[in-house]
């Protein structure tokens, strides 16, 4: 039987631009495990980039002769809303599961 995949060197597969999947030489329970670990990952993300969010916020804020622009608040008002969209949607599907249960 011929196989014409196309190899992929090492380096190729290191390099983070490339456009290679390497998730298809790896089982269904790499897979998965892979995908927690992505999972996880970006959480602790999320997580390190607002605890930054909270203290370059109370840096700015201790400085009385500092004032916010109406760009500043506008970037803050997005990131709030983007927030408060995904909270609603969450808490909206946890109440569902919940009433499922009853």
Known sequence: MNDYRCRVSEEDKGDKHFDYDLRLDVTEDERREMEEEDAQGRRAEFKELLEQLIKDADFMLNRLEWSPDEDD?????????????????????????QDDYR
């Not at 609603?88 to 569902?96: I, Y």
């Open 73 to 97: 608040i506008q970037m803050l008002s997005t990131i709030q809303e983007e927030l408060y969209w995904y909270a609603s949607v969450t808490k909206k599907k946890e109440k569902a599961r």
